[in-house]
């Protein structure tokens, strides 16, 4: 998640929680952003993100890491919020037949729901794919 626009960046689904899952979310992330300039990556402790590789991937772009301290559950407030969020307007409300069906419906809810519809009160009440627009817009502005 980016938080500053509360998009969802980089996400990846599979059985279980490895360090390769997170390395193939950061990975789409870092496809999909193409950040240019030096960025604050925040995850909590997890073993996934703790993991040589993850953290490897993490220093050859040039990342600042930052981990959640031991039992503060407000450091990952965002993130935690976006799960909730999830759970409940997609993945509790229907009844999946398969992993395809799921993996699916959750990448229509994050990509073309989550992402470019739904408001956020901290946005002022606009999606995050039109936060984003409007920043750059305004930075096109200033620039001219």
Known sequence: MDLYTRKIVGWYIDTRMTKELVIKALQRALNSEKPTERVIHHSDRGSQYASNDYQ????EHHFQVSMSRCGNCYDNACMESFHSLIKKECIYPNRFRTRKEAKQTIFEYIECFYNRKRSHSALGYVSPCEFEAAY???QRKVAA
């Open 56 to 59: 490897q991937l993490l220093q």
């Open 136 to 138: 750059y817009a305004n």
